[in-house]
């Protein structure tokens, strides 16, 4: 068992079902499908829980109600809560805006402001992940990366994530830089940088290091609804990692979590999943 640290969010999603694509002007009837436990740190954390590892989440919710729902279902799916920081704002949901072929269109309302406060020793963590726009990422990953293995996700802007690991999809990655890949992941990584790894969903993988590249297949199955696949092959992959498997199996493993998410109706990863693991 390891002990893994998220830095990530945690949401309650509101579930939107469409009777047909999403088009600009266009009318569409929908489904309420009602909520759900989301986010990044519910998306990944629970494989690695249910992997057998203690997980630890580093986030910020509410006061209210909906912030109450939020701790209790994580609870009771075996996330440690004991690190998330508590605000005075309204915890909103967020809408997931699904259609029929299993693509989904996400709305939220601006997060309110996350800062980090000192970083803790990191000694006694296996892993650190961050999934995060909060301020102080940064320096607690530096802190980190002589202590413990640092994984993270390429941010939505050019703000820097020292890591070992850093992980993006191809679409997110197109167009943000004219560099080779691995040049502009050490502009983002540092030099403590080991893997760049890439996801392209039904064509697979590939990681990016100091002397080449190599790709993984993605597995083959039925897509139901693609949100959290990221977050599972991410989940995956930190397994692998925790459990010393050479990197193209780590990607793999990352693969075959993503598969088990996509095939299931939920955000969370689904039973196909924990009964893979158990």
């Known amino acids: 068992m390891a002990n893994i640290m998220l830095i990530a969010n945690l949401n309650c ?17 929908y489904k309420d499908c009602g909520r759900r436990l989301g986010g990044g740190g519910a998306n990944t954390g629970l494989g690695l829980v249910w992997a057998g590892h203690n997980v630890s989440l580093v986030s910020q919710v509410g006061c209210d109600k909906t912030a109450d729902w939020l701790l209790a279902e994580a609870g ?6 004991g690190l998330l920081r508590r605000n005075d704002v309204a915890t909103p949901e967020l809408l997931l805006i699904m259609t029929p072929d299993g693509e989904r269109t996400i709305i939220r309302p601006e997060r309110p402001k996350f800062v980090l406060g000192t970083p803790p020793d990191f000694s006694r963590w296996d892993a650190l992940y961050i999934n995060s726009s909060a301020e102080g990422c940064a320096e607690w990953a530096r802190e980190a990366l ?21 992980i993006t999809s191809k679409s997110d ?10 040049d502009y992941a050490l502009t983002i990584a540092g030099d403590a940088l080991r893997y760049f790894v890439v ?27 693609t949100t959290g696949a990221g977050d599972a092959f991410a ?38 999943l924990k009964q893979y693991l158990s």
């Open 173 to 182: 990655l197109e167009g943000r830089s004219e560099l080779e890949a691995w």
């Open 146 to 166: 002589e202590k413990t293995l640092v994984i993270a996700q390429l941010a939505k802007d050019e703000r820097k994530r020292p890591c070992h690991v850093l």
């Open 13 to 29: 999603d509101r579930v939107v079902q469409l009777d047909k694509p999403l088009t600009t002007g266009g009318r569409h009837h």
């Open 76 to 81: 009771l799916h075996g996330l440690n809560c």
């Open 235 to 272: 989940s995956g992959l930190i397994n692998g990692f925790v459990n010393q498997l050479p990197i193209e199996d780590a990607m793999a493993e990352g693969a075959k979590w993503a598969s088990f998410a996509v095939a299931t109706q939920s955000s969370i990863p689904g039973d196909a």
């Open 199 to 225: 996801t392209d969903g039904a064509e697979g993988a590939v990681a990016y290091t100091a002397d080449g590249c190599f790709s993984i297949p993605a597995v083959n199955c039925k897509v139901v609804d």
